[in-house]
């Protein structure tokens, strides 16, 4: 793996492992040497511009996620990193009591700072801020496909609202009339607002000439939050300062071949539109059935036994993805929590199966699915490649041959899977 000798300069703390390549894949897009470990390792951080730390606390207990995204930014500071930044959805999933607000909160004490933004937004997968209103394409986030996330239901738009419950510190709106006004307003208005008693604002970005603004104006602080749209714009920051010289191969992972597969167990609105494409293209799917009585690894056996004949014609699919009552139906019948593990479980099972079988490229969508699959393989870091879609990369094992998109249920359009394989052929 190509290494660098320059100090670490940005550490990202992601709150799952989806989140943590779509932010590392915006700052290898920008210039940034980065490499993704999955949880705190031992041992100290490789060596590169931007080290991403994936999680998976986005929706454990608020202490756990505390503790866990302090003890990610405490490794990171210990091996020199200039600034932090917490990763969280572009749909900013969360639930009144955390997780986004008490890690925010604990992370701005840990690093020293005073004031801090929250910005999800990323206009290229058209998550725009606007009055501190969330919007997914044209619909306010209450009134999208978030609205039924079976473990984070969005039922509020108002950021600033959803946040300060969530949080002791002050909550502000850094509003349009500055974020599209340029750095220098944004500057003078993060100044009106800290003080005014401010500790954190909502930042409104409609387009990625703000979310560059943000960037330059709070590249000298301790922390950011964010989504990964803001990452577009921190390198550029960081040079202007001397801190880093962008590096326009710090995508070239190489070419894995192999078998491949794609394993789905995301059930928002665009994952189940990806999954109905591939059915309708007439390609080769097996639906896991949460409810089958019998075992998860006897479900995953079945998998295999399925998929083994036909994975030397082309990719295969294994999915859990179902519609929204679907998945109320199975979760009634299991409890949310329950239905969710037994589902990654299952999917774990099934990936070490399909790896043992030859499968050296995985397509896998959704956050926990990702995280679930990557712990079976024993992936622990990824070198971030080519990006499929806005915010979803090609990522490689730092150990191996093994190449994995892990894409968030969200994110990319209804032809995604087969455009991603197209890009690892």
């Known amino acids: 793996m190509a290494t660098t000798q320059r100090p670490l300069t940005l550490g990202v703390v992601a709150d799952d492992f989806t989140g943590a390549t779509d932010v590392a894949s915006m700052l290898v897009r920008a210039g940034m040497r980065t490499v993704l470990v999955i949880g705190v390792p031992a041992e100290p951080p490789p060596q590169a511009d931007a080290v991403v730390v994936a999680l998976k606390s986005r929706t454990i207990a608020p202490a756990e996620a505390v503790a866990q995204s302090l003890a990610a930014w405490d490794w990171l500071r210990a091996a020199g990193a200039r600034q932090c930044y917490f990763k969280y959805c572009s749909t900013f999933d969360s639930t009144p009591q955390g997780n986004?607000?008490?890690?925010?909160?604990?992370?701005?004490?840990?690093?020293?700072?005073?004031?801090?933004?929250?910005?999800?937004?990323?206009?290229?997968?058209?998550?725009?801020?606007?009055?501190?209103?969330?919007?997914?394409?044209?619909?306010?986030?209450?009134?999208?496909?978030?609205?039924?996330?079976?473990?984070?239901?969005?039922?509020?738009?108002?950021?600033?609202?959803?946040?300060?419950?969530?949080?002791?510190?002050?909550?502000?709106?850094?509003?349009?009339?500055?974020?599209?006004?340029?750095?220098?307003?944004?500057r003078e208005r993060m100044a009106a607002l800290r003080a005014e008693g401010v500790a954190v604002a909502v930042a409104d970005a409609v387009r990625n000439e703000d979310l560059l603004a943000l960037a330059e104006a709070c590249a000298d602080l301790p922390l950011v939050t964010a989504g990964s749209g803001l990452a577009l714009g921190l390198p550029a920051a960081y040079a202007t300062r001397g801190w880093l010289q962008p590096d326009a191969?710090?995508?070239?992972?190489?070419?894995?071949?192999?078998?491949?597969?794609?394993?789905?167990?995301?059930?928002?609105?665009?994952?189940?539109?990806?999954?109905?494409?591939?059915?309708?293209?007439?390609?080769?799917?097996?639906?896991?059935?949460?409810?089958?009585?019998?075992?998860?690894?006897?479900?995953?056996?079945?998998?295999?036994?399925?998929?083994?004949?036909?994975?030397?014609?082309?990719?295969?699919?294994?999915?859990?993805t179902a519609?929204?009552?679907?998945?109320?139906?199975?979760?009634?019948?299991?409890?949310?929590?329950?239905?969710?593990?037994r589902v990654e479980r299952i999917l774990a099972h099934t990936a070490r199966r399909l790896h043992d079988a030859g499968?050296?490229?995985?397509?896998?969508?959704?956050?926990?699915?990702?995280?679930?699959?990557?712990?079976?393989?024993?992936?622990?870091?990824?070198?971030?490649?080519?990006?499929?879609?806005?915010?979803?990369?090609?990522?490689?094992?730092?150990?191996?041959?093994?190449?994995?998109?892990?894409?968030?249920?969200?994110?990319?359009?209804?032809?995604?899977?087969?455009?991603a394989l197209e890009l690892q052929a």
């Open 323 to 341: 519609s929204p009552d679907e998945v109320r139906r199975v979760q009634q019948a299991l409890g949310v929590q329950q239905a969710g593990e």
């Open 100 to 186: 986004i607000g008490p890690v925010t909160q604990a992370l701005l004490a840990r690093t020293g700072g005073d004031f801090t933004i929250a910005c999800p937004a990323f206009p290229e997968n058209g998550r725009t801020i606007y009055r501190g209103h969330l919007f997914v394409g044209d619909q306010l986030l209450s009134e999208s496909g978030m609205r039924h996330h079976p473990l984070t239901p969005m039922t509020d738009a108002n950021l600033v609202r959803v946040l300060q419950a969530q949080t002791q510190l002050r909550v502000g709106l850094l509003g349009h009339e500055a974020t599209g006004a340029g750095a220098e307003a944004v």
């Open 359 to 419: 499968v050296r490229r995985f397509v896998v969508a959704g956050g926990e699915s990702s995280g679930a699959v990557t712990a079976a393989l024993g992936v622990g870091q990824l070198r971030i490649g080519v990006t499929i879609a806005p915010g979803v990369p090609w990522c490689r094992a730092a150990d191996r041959p093994l190449a994995l998109a892990l894409k968030s249920g969200n994110f990319g359009t209804v032809d995604f899977f087969a455009r």
């Open 249 to 320: 191969a710090a995508g070239d992972t190489g070419a894995v071949g192999g078998l491949a597969a794609v394993l789905s167990g995301s059930c928002s609105a665009a994952t189940n539109a990806q999954v109905q494409r591939w059915l309708d293209d007439r390609r080769p799917a097996w639906r896991i059935d949460p409810l089958a009585a019998a075992g998860e690894e006897a479900i995953a056996d079945a998998a295999l036994d399925w998929a083994g004949p036909r994975l030397a014609d082309g990719p295969v699919l294994v999915y859990a």
